[in-house]
């Protein structure tokens, strides 16, 4: 019996468990999960005869190093920090590794030593990145082996809520990890439109936005990714003149957000000293100049929005004007938000959140070189609850299916890997459509 360990039984493990424990009694598996909480393992599991809990902390490296060595394949759901710790011990045994994770510079690093131990280390196969790279290669693969030549390429993906559980005037509540929503795009993002290198510094993103329009779903606003220029050779796409990864959010998010990143709400460098001793109208009020008027006309004034209107109303809503105590002591101003969002921003028990996701490609043919085409391919996922949501199905599922196919020999690759090869899409994209998690095409 061949046994799969996975690594964290979080928020995104919900349905990536259940297709494991599923599969393994189809093909003989077992699947052990370990975590540091035995109730959490006990709520994704059940009583299912195929699974084993392990109570484990990665700190615990000789516990881990045991539970590893056991397993013919790891997956491991971990904070993205910690997998080059355990891809490291992977090849060291020789056993495969599964993340949803972007291929960081150490996890790249260890490519040659994972194929002299005959293994691979599939990396970024969740949703973005996995089912972005996946869809998409099977469209430019599609168009190049026709013999067209791909002229522009815009990606977006919004992990939302659905509309009928939009009850708040941001049109956004957490499906996944709440540290990274607020810390998302600071840096400076890198890509390039029409021949032209573009790049826009954090204070600025998310005032530089596209209007995205999804057919049956709606108008979206995108804001570019840290980094789409390295996609041109992940794409094979070297020579293309306009590339473009981005986030989808709905109308109006961008401009309210960016008043808090202007205020310097979102910065995560420093602490204040003695939070939780203020109310959140005195921490905000604690970055505005001094003045008689009232901390919503300060604040107002200070990052140029109307002070009665629909983004005002947005920032208000959250709570920063209030006389409630900070909860967090000695905290950073990102932490202090998150805090507060967490609470505005979670999603109820019956609530269903929406993945969307969408390519745009613009491309011309090797028949009629002089026209242009235009090819759209969209992606609608929506939850079923609070813990059954889109967010983790369409992270744990294709997660799920690269194990089973890694495990199965279907997928035979060695060393440092990503979904963008048709030995990976194609089976993919194929149990994925079959579970419902399907794109849409429409060509002009």
């Given at each position: 019996?061949?046994?799969?360990?996975?690594?964290?039984?979080?928020?995104?493990?919900?349905?990536?468990?259940?297709?494991?424990?599923?599969?393994?009694?189809?093909?003989?598996?077992?699947?052990?999960?370990?975590?540091?909480?035995?109730?959490?393992?006990?709520?994704?599991?059940?009583?299912?005869?195929?699974?084993?809990?392990?109570?484990?902390?990665?700190?615990?490296?000789?516990?881990?190093?045991?539970?590893?060595?056991?397993?013919?394949?790891?997956?491991?759901?971990?904070?993205?920090?910690?997998?080059?710790?355990?891809?490291?011990?992977?090849?060291?045994?020789?056993?495969?590794?599964?993340?949803?994770?972007?291929?960081?510079?150490?996890?790249?690093?260890?490519?040659?030593?994972?194929?002299?131990?005959?293994?691979?280390?599939?990396?970024?196969?969740?949703?973005?990145?996995?089912?972005?790279?996946?869809?998409?290669?099977?469209?430019?693969?599609?168009?190049?082996?026709?013999?067209?030549?791909?002229?522009?390429?815009?990606?977006?993906?919004?992990?939302?809520?659905?509309?009928?559980?939009?009850?708040?005037?941001?049109?956004?509540?957490?499906?996944?990890?709440?540290?990274?929503?607020?810390?998302?795009?600071?840096?400076?993002?890198?890509?390039?439109?029409?021949?032209?290198?573009?790049?826009?510094?954090?204070?600025?993103?998310?005032?530089?936005?596209?209007?995205?329009?999804?057919?049956?779903?709606?108008?979206?606003?995108?804001?570019?990714?840290?980094?789409?220029?390295?996609?041109?050779?992940?794409?094979?796409?070297?020579?293309?003149?306009?590339?473009?990864?981005?986030?989808?959010?709905?109308?109006?998010?961008?401009?309210?957000?960016?008043?808090?990143?202007?205020?310097?709400?979102?910065?995560?460098?420093?602490?204040?000293?003695?939070?939780?001793?203020?109310?959140?109208?005195?921490?905000?009020?604690?970055?505005?100049?001094?003045?008689?008027?009232?901390?919503?006309?300060?604040?107002?004034?200070?990052?140029?929005?109307?002070?009665?209107?629909?983004?005002?109303?947005?920032?208000?809503?959250?709570?920063?004007?209030?006389?409630?105590?900070?909860?967090?002591?000695?905290?950073?101003?990102?932490?202090?938000?998150?805090?507060?969002?967490?609470?505005?921003?979670?999603?109820?028990?019956?609530?269903?959140?929406?993945?969307?996701?969408?390519?745009?490609?613009?491309?011309?043919?090797?028949?009629?070189?002089?026209?242009?085409?235009?090819?759209?391919?969209?992606?609608?996922?929506?939850?079923?609850?609070?813990?059954?949501?889109?967010?983790a199905k369409t992270v744990g599922l294709p997660v799920g299916i690269v194990t089973k196919l890694i495990l199965n020999g279907v997928i035979k690759l060695k060393g440092v890997c990503i979904p963008t090869v048709k030995e990976i899409?194609?089976?993919?994209?194929?149990?994925?459509?079959?579970?419902?998690?399907?794109?849409i095409e429409k060509t002009r």
């Open positions: 019996m061949k046994n799969i360990l996975i690594l964290g039984a979080g928020r995104s493990a919900t349905s990536l468990i259940s297709y494991l424990l599923s599969a393994a009694v189809k093909y003989d598996y077992s699947v052990t999960v370990a975590d540091t909480s035995p109730e959490l393992i006990k709520q994704k599991t059940g009583s299912h005869a195929r699974a084993v809990a392990v109570a484990l902390d990665i700190a615990n490296e000789a516990l881990t190093r045991s539970e590893i060595s056991k397993a013919d394949i790891v997956v491991s759901m971990l904070p993205a920090f910690l997998h080059p710790r355990i891809a490291e011990q992977c090849v060291a045994l020789k056993k495969s590794l599964v993340t949803a994770s972007y291929v960081s510079p150490e996890m790249k690093g260890l490519d040659a030593a994972a194929r002299n131990a005959g293994i691979i280390l599939m990396n970024e196969s969740g949703l973005d990145p996995g089912i972005d790279h996946a869809s998409a290669m099977a469209v430019i693969d599609r168009i190049k082996n026709s013999g067209g030549n791909i002229l522009s390429f815009k990606s977006y993906t919004g992990g939302l809520v659905a509309p009928e559980s939009n009850d708040n005037p941001w049109g956004y509540k957490f499906t996944w990890n709440p540290r990274n929503v607020v810390l998302a795009g600071q840096g400076t993002a890198r890509y390039i439109e029409n021949g032209k290198y573009v790049y826009i510094p954090y204070h600025k993103l998310f005032t530089r936005t596209e209007k995205v329009h999804v057919e049956g779903t709606g108008d979206f606003e995108g804001y570019a990714n840290r980094d789409s220029l390295g996609y041109r050779a992940i794409y094979g796409l070297e020579n293309i003149p306009t590339l473009i990864r981005g986030t989808l959010r709905q109308p109006g998010y961008c401009e309210a957000w960016n008043a808090l990143v202007q205020l310097g709400l979102t910065d995560d460098t420093y602490t204040v000293t003695d939070s939780g001793k203020m109310t959140y109208r005195q921490f905000t009020d604690s970055y505005l100049p001094p003045g008689k008027e009232s901390v919503e006309a300060r604040f107002a004034a200070y990052v140029n929005i109307p002070l009665k209107g629909t983004i005002m109303n947005m920032i208000r809503w959250l709570g920063i004007f209030e006389e409630a105590a900070v909860i967090l002591n000695h905290a950073t101003p990102a932490q202090i938000l998150q805090a507060l969002l967490e609470e505005r921003w979670k999603l109820k028990d019956n609530d269903r959140d929406m993945i969307v996701m969408q390519h745009k490609f613009e491309y011309s043919t090797a028949a009629n070189p002089a026209k242009t085409q235009q090819l759209v391919t969209s992606l609608v996922v929506k939850g079923d609850d609070s813990v059954h949501t889109a967010m899409y194609t089976p993919l994209l194929k149990e994925l459509d079959d579970a419902g998690i399907r794109f």
